[in-house]
């Protein structure tokens, strides 16, 4: 075997990339000088793309595989260097490995609240928070347009920019969805798919998609979660006077069965006099003597029924209050239908005028709309 044989097999490079840090999204092969010697070895793994840089211009990308760097498989290369065949001296160029992996697991949250209007409370403040996955769909572009010169490039330092566009769409789709706040848990999957839409087109142009996008959270600020954990309370309570008693004859039973509460003595005592007034009423023989019976007070009037006001929802604006006449009038003119949604104090949410029992009868006046096709 010749000498030069011998010796450029003793030379051969291997160039590849074993990365065991899984945040790593760039990684530039290091050779002293940049000299990459002919026929060299070039690994590319699963989840990987190598990039040629030939000096400051990008040459060509390699996917996953085995090759030989030599002329006759690096056209782009070999044109820009103006090889000849027989031309096999070491060229100097640059190779980034591109992870093309999917990488997971990103939070992202709103630092600020998102003021938006809710149909049922009004102006609210929410705050939302989630995770991500990034991926590189176009090595080269995400080289140019994002990394540069960079030898070992994180996905933390793009991880601040997308979050950013994240949570700029995510403002925009909570403010323009006009979901109530108390729907807004059963709908954030398709909040999510929309924020994900609208920052796709960004994320393209720099050679990203952003595979996975979720919402896992949308809250409400501490003072309006306090007050409709009470406004639940109430509810699961219901009847307040029946709960009192409840509450007041509970918080005696426990303090009568506490040694030296002084409880238990009075309430003795109050069950000594009830039965020495039950043998007062007594006669010699066990007879029940029978006490006149005292005259009945006369009941009180009930108080006047309450008349209840009505808000109605027109174009995204809040009207009223409206008094049942006025609706009645506006019922006449044409103003509300059977359609409109309205609401008064004590009513669960907004409710078409038809489905509103007291509101039914406005309606009875006037028939229904003729059926489809007749």
Known sequence: MPIMDFLKGQFIDVIEWTDDTRDTLVYRFERYGHEIKYGAKLTVREGQAAVFVHEGQLADVFMPGLYMLETNNMPILTSLQHWDHGFKSPFKSEIYFVSTTRMGNLKWGTKNPITLRDPEFGPVR????????????????????????????????????????????????????????????????????????????????????????????????????????????????????????????????????????????????????????????????????????????????????????????????????????????????GEVTRETYVWTQGQDGWKRAEDVQELAQLFTVMPPPPPPGV
């Open 126 to 333: 929410l705050r939302a928070f989630g995770t991500y996955a990034i991926k590189v769909s176009d090595p080269a572009k995400f080289l140019t347009e994002i990394v540069g010169t960079d030898g070992e490039f994180t996905r933390d330092e793009i991880q601040y920019q997308i979050r950013n566009m994240i949570v700029q769409a995510a403002s925009r789709a909570l403010a323009a969805s006009r979901i109530p706040v108390l729907d807004m848990a059963a709908n954030t999957d398709d909040l999510g798919k929309i924020v994900a839409e609208q920052i796709s087109a960004t994320i393209t142009e720099y050679g990203m998609t952003v595979p996975e996008l979720y919402i896992e959270n949308i809250s409400l600020p501490p003072a309006v979660e306090e007050a409709l954990d009470k406004r639940t309370s109430m509810g699961v309570i219901g009847d307040l006077s029946k709960y009192q008693q409840y509450a007041t004859a509970e918080a005696m039973q426990t303090a009568a069965g506490t040694t030296n509460s002084g409880m238990g003595a009075g309430l003795g005592m109050g069950m000594g006099m009830g039965m020495a007034n039950a043998m007062a009423q007594t006669g010699p023989w066990g007879a029940q003597q029978q006490a006149p019976a005292p005259q009945a007070a006369a009941a009180p009037p009930p108080p006047p029924p309450v008349e209840h006001v009505w808000h109605v929802a027109e174009a995204g604006q809040t009207k009223g209050p409206f008094s049942k006449a006025r609706l009645g009038r506006m019922v006449t003119d």
